[in-house]
């Protein structure tokens, strides 16, 4: 699985909004008063706190879920060892983050940083939990490399409130020695959803329990993840830009259905694809009988030594290629009495050192694409390939992602069940139904 198991990944039809929590969080939205006197903005009249904050040896709480811990304890651990300030580093169980947030922000209780799976961020932006770092992000000499999804997804009334911590990007993974026996070139992966679906089908007639492709197709998150990119590289949205409204009816979006669906009549697909929730989703592929299929990027590390894999863009019918941005952002909460020693740490978390040494340096995706080749990720051009992914990457918004697209009842698993194990007559019904959902 994905490490930074974002909501759209593998694991995400668990994780779906928490209905008591939101309404706390409509109730914190008080919480922005109360935070006025430090509301983090830069403007203190210190340029330099504003630029790279205060270390003073202040005690800081940070809070991040369990998906994420490998690479926020990497960048604390490091943190704290080369500064006078602190961080006490609290991992929540990833399924009960957004109730512990919610009641943590009702009660005016929240850490000085915490993160959150991007595609929420929305919800607590809008609900005035975090702090305004617009001066302190704009000041940095490298902001226009920071991996820009993320700060569209923080972004809020022309205001920015997060920045990135971890990233996850959906690519495709593709098994050489299939493709050798295949008689495919390896070093040719699919560059069009046509020579996607050319190439699966050669791997597939090598028989002997070798199949061409996979996915989770019972796992809504899976679905935004991996077929949502082929949309994007074909040019067109899959959400209007307030997320209110949905365009998963598309010309586009129909080829990639009729593809997906005839995988699923010719028996292309390994077994098991219907019934898939996520749980195992990223558990075919390294068994080595899968010739291409889409995947986490932070999977790439926990691939078998001896699979010998490709690592390719995904892309649209006829051409492009794009990614879904996900994995977590991180702020200051807008209640924090400390945030300019809590941007001290953020505006390290982005530097150099931090991105080279520490993310780099454990196979994690850059949040900076003027780093995107490096020490480390040239020792390996897939993770080149990764890192420079990100600046064709998309982060969608909406505010009812949970509900509409993470939520095993929800109406895109509907429309995901409808369009490939079904016949597809009825994607512009649940195109609707889609956009009923994010409306509501």
């Not at 595609?119 to 932006?125: E, M």
């Amino acid at each position: 699985m994905g490490s930074t198991g974002s909501t759209a990944g593998p694991r995400g039809h668990r994780r779906r909004l928490v209905t008591g929590a939101i309404a706390l969080l409509a109730t914190a939205s008080l919480v922005t008063a109360c935070g006025s006197d430090n509301d983090g903005s830069g403007g203190g009249g210190d340029r330099a706190a504003s630029a790279g904050g205060v270390d003073d040896g202040t005690e800081l709480t940070m809070w991040t879920r369990a998906a994420t811990r490998p690479q926020s304890e990497a960048l604390v651990k490091a943190y704290n060892a080369s500064h006078k300030n602190k961080i006490e580093l609290t991992v929540v169980p990833t399924d009960d983050y957004q109730a512990k947030v919610g009641a943590a922000a009702g009660s005016r209780d929240l850490p000085d940083l915490f993160a959150s799976d991007v595609v929420f961020v929305p919800n607590y932006t809008s609900s005035g939990l975090f702090a305004d770092l617009t001066e302190r992000v704009d000041a940095l000499p490298f902001a226009e490399h920071l991996a820009q999804s993320h700060i569209k997804a923080g972004t809020y009334e022309d205001k920015k409130y997060v920045v990135p911590h971890t990233l996850d990007l959906s690519v495709l993974f593709y098994n050489k020695d299939l493709y050798r026996k295949a008689k495919l070139d390896p070093e040719k992966p699919p560059t069009t959803l046509r020579e996607w679906d050319r190439q699966a089908r050669a791997v597939d007639a090598l028989g002997g329990g070798v199949d061409g492709t996979f996915f989770g197709g019972n796992c809504g998150g899976c679905g935004v993840f991996t077929w949502w990119p082929s949309v994007w590289a074909a040019g067109e949205d899959v959400l209007n830009e307030e997320g209110t409204e949905a365009n998963l009816a598309s010309t586009a979006s129909k080829k990639v259905y009729d593809t997906y669906r005839g995988w699923v009549r010719d028996d292309i697909v390994a077994p098991g694809a219907r019934e898939e929730t996520g749980t195992t989703w990223t558990g075919v592929f390294p068994k080595g009988k899968v010739g291409v299929m889409p995947m986490p990027s932070t999977t790439l590390g926990l691939m078998p030594k001896d699979l010998d894999l490709g690592v390719a863009p995904i892309p649209g019918p006829d051409g492009g290629k794009s990614t879904f941005v996900g994995g977590d952002a991180i702020g200051i909460s807008a209640t924090s009495e400390s945030a300019d020693q809590a941007w001290n740490f953020l505006a390290w978390s982005l530097g150099d050192k931090a991105q080279v040494d520490v993310v780099a340096a454990h196979k994690d995706v850059v949040a900076r694409t003027d780093l995107a080749s490096n020490k480390h990720s040239e020792a390996d051009p897939r993770l080149v390939t990764i890192n420079e992914l990100v600046a064709e990457g998309r982060t969608p918004y909406a505010m009812k992602f949970g509900q509409t697209f993470n939520d095993p009842n929800g109406p895109w698993l509907e429309l995901m069940r409808h369009a490939v194990f079904g016949d597809g007559k009825s994607v512009e019904k649940d195109n609707d139904a889609v956009t009923a959902s994010l409306a509501d």
